[in-house]
């Protein structure tokens, strides 16, 4: 996943500078995703967290890309209901303004149902159709869900061949055996021509 640095550093500012001691207790706040997509230009970033700001709204969780010529971003936002109802009536408006497509829809805190232990997995092969798709059908089949994921395209060094990687983090249920299951994997893997690391993410 490609992130322009320039964007990269607003959201953070953004990020850091919005209620950096929440006071109230988050029982009595409510949850909106939002996502927007555009041409991408410098400052679009500021433009669009300093509008949450100005809502009394914060930024939980966030995650941004460029793709091609085009911005992406998906976030979680949390306030009390005022704040967020107050913040869903200027996104149209805010759409208009900032050339942006906005998609946005109240949610809740994730609430886990069973323990899950997170694993990151990494694995690179030569580019070819149907690599996420695999990996993806390897995952549901085993009930384990995709919780991150991020892909890339690049030359490899000195051939120029082709090259696509895939980065993901996977909530392994608490009682799966995850010996076995790593083994698996990685058998899957190698049936497919992908190289494969899959191991526990650290802290």
């Not at 966030?62 to 793709?67: G, H, K, P, V, W």
């Not at 149907?130 to 390897?138: D, F, P």
């Not at 009682?175 to 698996?184: N, Q, S």
């Amino acid at each position: 996943m490609c992130i322009r640095d320039s964007n990269h550093a607003e959201l953070q500012y953004a990020k850091t500078d919005s209620h950096p001691m929440r006071m109230t207790p988050p029982a009595t706040l409510d949850y909106l995703v939002i996502t927007a997509s555009g041409e991408d230009r410098v400052g679009l970033v500021e433009r669009f967290t300093g509008r949450i700001v100005d809502a009394g709204c914060n930024i939980e969780e966030s995650r941004m890309a460029l793709l091609g010529g085009h911005f992406a971003i998906i976030m979680l936002v949390s306030g009390r209901w005022d704040a967020l109802s107050k913040l869903e009536a200027k996104l149209d408006g805010l759409s208009d303004e900032l050339g942006l497509a906005i998609i946005h829809k109240r949610t809740r805190h994730p609430e886990r149902k069973q323990p899950l232990v997170p694993y990151h997995i990494e694995v690179v092969a030569m580019d070819h159709p149907g690599i996420v798709h695999s990996l993806a059908n390897y995952f549901s089949r085993q009930g384990i869900n995709i919780e991150e994921l991020s892909t890339e395209t690049y030359p490899a060094p000195h051939t120029g061949t082709p090259m696509f990687s895939v980065s993901m983090t996977v909530g392994v249920p608490a009682d799966m055996h995850i010996p076995t299951l790593r083994g698996d994997f990685l058998d899957y893997c190698d049936s497919l021509n992908l190289d494969a690391i899959f191991e526990p993410v650290r802290a």
